[in-house]
Every structure is written in C-alpha cells, then in structure tokens.
C-alpha cells in the first residue's frame, strides 16, 4: 500500500501564492508520472499539471505560465508552485502518482486525500 500526504493548502488572496507539497510513501520501488488535479464545488476533477519521472512536464491552458510542477525523486515528492492565484483557483487539490510496487512490479494509480485551496477576490 502507498500512502500520498499533501500539504500546503490554505486561503490567500488573489494575487498572492502558495505552495502544496505531496509526498508518498509506502510500498514503492519507483514512481512514474506524478500529477495535481482539482475540483471545484459542482465541478469535474480537472488535471492541474504532471511530471514524469524524467521531469517532462505538462500543464493545463488555465494555470501556464502561473503554477510550477517539480518533483524531488529522492524524496518521492511532487510540488505545486502557485503565483498569481486567482478566485477561480479555489478548489480542493489533489496529489496523483503511478506507482511500481515493490517485488511485484505492478503498476498502481494512488490519490491523496486532498487540500483545500482558497483564493479571495
């Protein structure tokens, strides 16, 4: 079993930053892509960004040129650099990873329980 924990969540201001952290651990010989989602109340869950193992990295229309994905693989961590939040940010965050299990090999897909982000006008 894997257990992905993040952090960082808060309210700001638009206009302001934060950053979330998400890191795993547990049962992991290697992780592939990692990726934050969010949902928005009344919203489908949306892919915010992801990053594969190789640091290759892809972003939604909506946050380019504004967040940051990074990963630190020596930590089994994913980052999420925020700068120029805007209310329309606001939604719960959540952290993504592929993980190859330990012995198996086997591939899993693993969420975290996610993190609520809060952007004031």
């Known amino acids: 079993q894997v257990q992905l924990v993040e952090s960082g969540g808060g309210l700001v201001q638009a206009g302001g930053s934060l950053r979330l952290s998400c890191a795993a651990s547990?049962?992991?010989?290697?992780?592939?892509?990692m990726a934050w989602y969010r949902q928005a109340p009344g919203k489908q869950r949306e892919l915010v960004a992801s990053?594969?193992?190789?640091?290759?990295?892809n972003y939604a229309s909506s946050v380019k040129g504004r967040f940051t994905i990074s990963r630190d693989n020596a930590k089994n961590t994913v980052y999420l650099q925020m700068n120029s939040l805007k209310p329309e940010d606001t939604a719960v965050y959540y952290c993504?990873?592929?993980?190859?299990?330990?012995?198996?090999?086997?591939?899993?897909?693993?969420w975290g329980q996610g993190t609520q982000v809060t952007v004031s006008a």
């Open positions: 993504n990873a592929d993980v190859r299990a330990q012995i198996t090999g086997i591939l899993y897909n693993y």
């Open positions: 547990g049962n992991i010989l290697s992780i592939n892509t």
């Open positions: 990053i594969t193992s190789g640091g290759s990295t």
